[in-house]
C-alpha cells in the first residue's frame, strides 16, 4: 500500500519512479549513490513489527537526510495551506514507473565481488527475520562457496523480525545443534548485523567493530573508530589500549557516519550492530558486516570467539520502558533522580533516552556487577511507570 501510494505520489508530480521491490536499505543506498538518482526511499519498519512501517528518506549521495531537511517536510506535511498551491501535472508531463530489480541485481554482484577471499568449506547460519534479506543473504554467501543454513526465510508479511538481530537466540540454537562454523542476524531491512560464534555464543556490534578495527589496523587502514554512547566503556579501553582513538556521538547511524566524515574515522558503528565501513558505503549494511567478519576469519584461519579475545565487556543491563508520560519522562527533575539511582547504586554509567522509533524510554547501566546494573535499572523503571 505505502510503495503503491508513494509512486502515485512521485509520478503524479512529475517525477520518475524506480522500483527496487523488496530490498535492503543498504542497497537503496548504494544504486541512489552509483546510478545518480536524486534521492531514495525505504519503505520499512527496521528492527519493529511490520505495524511500525515508515519511511527513510536518502540522499543522493546514499546518506540519510539530515535533521533540517526532515524538519521541512514534516512542517509541509503539517501545513495543508502550503499543499494546496502546488502544481498539478498532466499529460506528458506525468512521471513513470521503472521495474528496477536490476539495481537489486547488481547490489548484490557488488557484495560478492567485495570478499578478498572464498567461504568454502564454511557452514553458516543466517537469520534473516522474515525480511529484505531473505533472498540476498543465502545468494550471496552461496556465490562465495559457503554453505547455508537459514532461519526467517518465510516472509509472509506479518512475521517481520519475530527472529534476526533483536532476537537471536534461535540462530545461536542453530549454531550450536549444527555445528556451525558461526552464524549471522539481520534485521528487517538488514542495515544490521548480529553475529553467534562457533559456541552458539553473540557476538553485538562492540564486538564486531572490535575485530573489524583489528583487522583495519593489520591491513594498514587503521585509525579512528566511532561509537555511541550506548557502547560498552571496555570497547573503548581496548582499542585505545591499541593505539586506535574512539569518537563517542549520540545513538543513530545518521550520527556515527557524520562523526566519521568530522573525524576522519574509517569505522563506526552501534551495539544493536549498524556497522558502517566508510570504504564500502556511507550506511550500515548488515550483508557488507558479515562478510567482512567471515573474511577476516577465513583469512587469519580463526574463530569469532577467537578473534574477539582482548575485548571483556563491562556487564550491562537494557531495558525498554512504555511511558504515558513522556516530557515528565524527558524532565530535569527526573534525570536528577536518575543520577542520585546511579550514584546510590554504585554504576558506572546510566543512560536514560527516548527511542527514536516507538514509544518507549531505553534505560541502560553499567556497572561492576550484573546485579548492580538490575538494581539500578528496577529503580528507575518503577519511576517512569509512576508518571
Not at 575485530?211 to 573508530?225: D, K, Q, T
Request: glycine share 12%.
Amino acid at each position: 500500500m505505502l510503495e503503491y501510494s508513494l509512486v502515485a505520489g512521485l509520478t503524479s508530480a512529475g517525477a520518475d519512479a524506480y522500483i527496487m521491490h523488496v530490498t535492503t536499505t543498504a542497497s537503496v543506498s548504494y544504486i541512489a549513490r552509483t546510478d545518480g538518482f536524486d534521492c531514495g526511499i525505504m519503505i520499512s519498519a527496521s528492527h519493529n513489527g511490520f505495524c511500525d512501517n515508515g519511511i527513510k528518506l536518502i540522499g543522493p549521495g546514499g546518506e540519510k537526510l539530515d535533521d533540517g531537511v526532515i524538519s521541512e517536510l514534516e512542517n509541509y506535511l503539517d501545513s495543508p495551506s502550503e499543499r494546496a498551491g502546488g502544481r498539478i501535472i498532466s499529460g506528458e508531463k506525468l512521471g513513470r514507473s521503472v521495474d528496477y530489480v536490476s539495481g537489486r541485481n547488481r547490489y548484490i554482484g557488488h557484495l560478492i565481488s567485495m570478499s578478498a577471499c572464498s567461504f568454502k568449506g564454511y557452514r553458516i547460519g543466517l537469520d534473516c527475520a522474515n525480511g529484505s534479506a531473505w533472498q540476498i543473504a543465502k545468494s550471496v554467501f552461496d556465490a562465495l562457496g559457503a554453505r547455508t543454513y537459514v532461519l526467517g526465510g518465510e516472509p509472509d508479511g506479518f512475521n517481520i523480525n519475530e527472529s534476526g538481530s533483536t532476537k537471536p537466540a534461535a540462530l545461536c540454537s542453530l549454531v550450536r545443534r549444527e555445528g556451525l562454523d558461526m552464524g549471522f542476524a539481520f534485521d528487517g531491512d538488514a542495515d544490521r548485523c548480529i553475529a553467534v560464534d562457533e559456541r552458539g555464543e553473540v557476538v553485538d556490534g562492540d564486538g564486531e567493530l572490535f575485530i573489524l578495527a583489528n583487522m583495519l589496523r593489520r591491513s594498514g587502514e587503521g585509525g579512528g573508530v566511532v561509537c555511541t554512547v550506548m557502547s560498552n566503556s571496555a570497547l573503548i579501553s581496548a582499542l585505545t589500549a591499541r593505539g586506535m582513538p574512539c569518537y563517542v556521538t549520540k545513538v543513530g547511524d545518521r550520527y556515527v557516519y557524520m562523526e566519521m566524515c568530522r573525524s576522519g574515522a574509517p569505522l563506526g558503528g552501534e551495539k544493536s550492530g549498524h556497522i558502517i565501513i566508510s570504504k564500502y558505503g556511507v550506511s550500515g549494511d548488515g550483508l557488507v558486516t558479515a562478510i567482512k567478519l567471515l573474511e577476516c576469519a577465513a583469512e587469519h584461519g580463526k574463530t569469532l570467539s577467537q578473534l574477539v579475545r582482548g575485548y571483556e565487556p563491562l556487564p550491562q543491563v537494557q531495558l525498554s520502558v512504555p511511558v504515558r508520560n513522556r516530557q515528565e519522562a524527558e524532565s530535569a527533575a527526573f534525570s536528577a533522580f536518575c543520577e542520585r539511582v546511579r550514584v546510590e547504586e554504585g554504576c558506572a554509567r546510566l543512560i536514560v533516552r527516548p527511542s527514536g522509533t516507538e514509544p518507549v524510554i531505553r534505560l541502560m547501566a553499567e556497572g561492576a556487577t550484573q546485579e548492580m546494573c538490575e538494581r539500578c535499572l528496577s529503580r528507575v523503571e518503577e519511576r517512569l511507570r509512576s508518571l
